[in-house]
């Protein structure tokens, strides 16, 4: 296994494991698929902002991770949202775990203070993979999702990476 930065060359591939979980999970509360477009410019967008998206790849890409702003405006500089998924039927091998260690890597080295994930109420196993990580449970926001016809709960975990101040 490999973990590398993503390049617009793996964007069908990430486009195909994103849209996996549009299609067919509450993972993900947007049904907005994804094309090679989109990925190309979440990439770039991730980039000027200092952070790259990056990819596990074995004989092809089996799932990527990602970090951007937890929310605008200056106050929020220093904290980080991450998304990792992996190709159905990845888990359980590390690729989650590597794909996130490089992700926490260039946000200690870009001096961010903390990563946020926002989890599906749903996703039992991304809440128990984040807590293995350090994550910690900070919240439940009862029914602000929607999909498929059902009010769902975002969870969420946070990770302290440096002392505030």
Not at 22 to 44: N, S
Not at 89 to 100: F, V, W
Not at 117 to 141: P, T
């Amino acid at each position: 296994m490999i973990i590398r930065a993503a390049t617009h060359g793996d964007a069908r591939a990430i486009a195909e494991i994103w849209n996996h979980y549009i299609r067919d999970t509450t993972v993900t509360f947007t049904t907005d698929e994804k094309t090679p477009g989109h990925i190309a410019a979440y990439m770039d967008a991730r980039q000027a902002g200092g952070m790259s998206v990056w990819v596990a790849e074995e004989d092809d890409i089996a799932g990527f991770a990602a970090a951007s702003s937890f929310r605008s405006g200056p106050g929020y500089a220093r904290t980080l949202e991450t998304s990792v998924m992996l190709r159905d039927g990845a888990s359980g091998a590390g690729l989650g775990r590597a794909l996130m260690q490089a992700v926490e890597r260039v946000a200690r080295e870009s001096q961010a203070s903390a990563l946020v994930a926002g989890i599906s109420g749903e996703n039992e196993g991304a809440i128990a993979f984040h807590a293995r990580l350090g994550f910690d449970h900070v919240g439940r926001m009862p029914g602000v999702g929607q999909k498929f016809g059902r009010r769902l709960d975002l969870v969420l975990m946070q990770k302290t990476l440096r002392a505030a101040g």
